[in-house]
């Protein structure tokens, strides 16, 4: 059975394991009882590398650098006493303080580009995992949507068909028009199976991403009022003209723009923000849509990318799934975090391609 300790217990063993080496460094544990006094605390010097690197293992660079400066703090004294007292050069004293600096932030390092690495492994190895998942997913949805589309097609001529045959504002008119219209729906439906199972491959072509932006808005104008959403336009103007393919990452921005909507059925504020932001030293750019909605679990936070996943009595799941990898087409990818004091915050970061 694996034992896990909170950080407040690790950080009070490190301090105390501390003290007892530089108490064993002063010599207040035990004494040497013959011999050289100073190889006697040499040696027990030597041990104050222990707490050192496990506060590195344990903290990072902050632990281990943190904790080599606590213990040369600590030994200082010892170091100007023992220089007095035996007229001895302090430099191997002073040396010995350097090395515990040069040990923790060395061990530190060593550890966060360990934990990083992992990190990175374990990120890969998800992915790589999820993207079996959509084939197999996208195969399946792939045949069960070119098996209902065909039959929709032909229920939805044969409403409208015999709707004719009814006069206007008759109930069996009125029946055949709901039938045109859930028809129209699970049509919609089948055309997210689609697009999830056969994604089209982007086609950039030059366009400001601020106008992308606009359109999307212009276009739930009516809804977001009906709402009683308010949003908030902040666009950074100085945006250059990138390539990019306009019509899929206006079907993106649309879908995080309904999400938020329907997040915020009491109403509230949509704020949405395009600002420059540099990653790994190349420059990209941020679409940002902050809601002060209902907000999203933690748990459902880890899924909401994936296929079929939804909260919603009337979505598919597919929106975000599609959005994903239209983002990631691009060479993007899309960031999503709580907001405070309540709602999300989805972003959208592209590279700047501009030729």
């Known amino acids: 059975m694996a034992y896990s300790f909170s950080p407040r217990y690790r950080a009070a063993a490190v301090i105390a394991f501390s003290l007892v080496t530089v108490a064993f460094h002063y010599g207040l544990i ?25 506060g590195a293992i344990w903290f990072g660079v902050r632990g281990g650098l943190g904790i080599a400066l606590f213990i040369t703090a600590l030994t200082l004294p010892y170091a100007v006493w023992g220089v ?59 045949g069960l949507a070119h098996e209902i589309k065909n039959p929709l097609g032909s229920i939805k001529g044969s409403a409208e068909i015999l709707g004719d045959d009814f006069p206007e504002g008759s109930r069996k008119h ?51 009022a009906s709402n009683k959403v308010r949003v908030i336009r902040e666009f950074d103007e100085s945006l250059p003209t990138v390539f990019l393919d306009g019509e899929k990452l206006h079907q993106v921005f649309l879908n995080l723009v309904l999400n938020a909507v329907a997040a915020m059925s009491g109403g509230g504020t949509l704020t949405v923000e395009t600002r420059r932001r540099l990653l790994d030293g190349r420059p990209h750019i941020a679409v940002t849509f902050i809601d002060d909605g209902v907000g999203i679990s933690p748990e459902d936070m880890e899924r909401i990318f994936d296929p079929f996943f939804t909260r919603s009595e009337k979505g598919t799941g597919l929106g975000l799934s599609i959005s994903h990898t239209i983002v990631q087409n691009h060479g993007g990818h899309i960031e999503v975090a709580a907001n405070q004091p309540k709602g999300t915050r989805f972003s959208v970061v592209l590279p700047i391609v501009e030729e």
């Not at 035990?30 to 496990?54: E, N, T």
């Not at 045109?180 to 919609?188: A, F, I, P, Q």
């Not at 212009?218 to 809804?223: A, F, L, M, N, R």
């Open 30 to 54: 035990l004494k040497p009882s013959h011999g050289d006094p100073s190889l006697f605390h040499a040696i027990h010097g030597r041990l104050c590398y222990i707490p050192i690197i496990l």
């Open 84 to 142: 007095q007292k035996h007229h001895s050069s302090p430099a191997s004293e002073y040396t010995e303080m350097i090395f515990y600096a040069a040990i923790g932030l060395t061990s530190g390092i060593l550890i966060e580009l360990q934990r990083r690495e992992r990190r990175t492994r374990e990120a890969l190895a998800n992915e790589l995992a999820r993207e079996k998942h959509l084939s197999s997913l996208g195969q399946m949805a792939a």
């Open 174 to 224: 009125e029946m055949m028009k709901i039938l045109v219209k859930e028809t129209d729906r699970l049509n919609g439906v089948v055309e997210d199976f689609l697009n999830f199972a056969r994604p089209r491959p982007i086609v950039r072509k030059p366009a400001r991403i601020n106008s992308v932006v606009e359109d999307v808005l212009s276009q739930i104008e009516v809804d977001a």
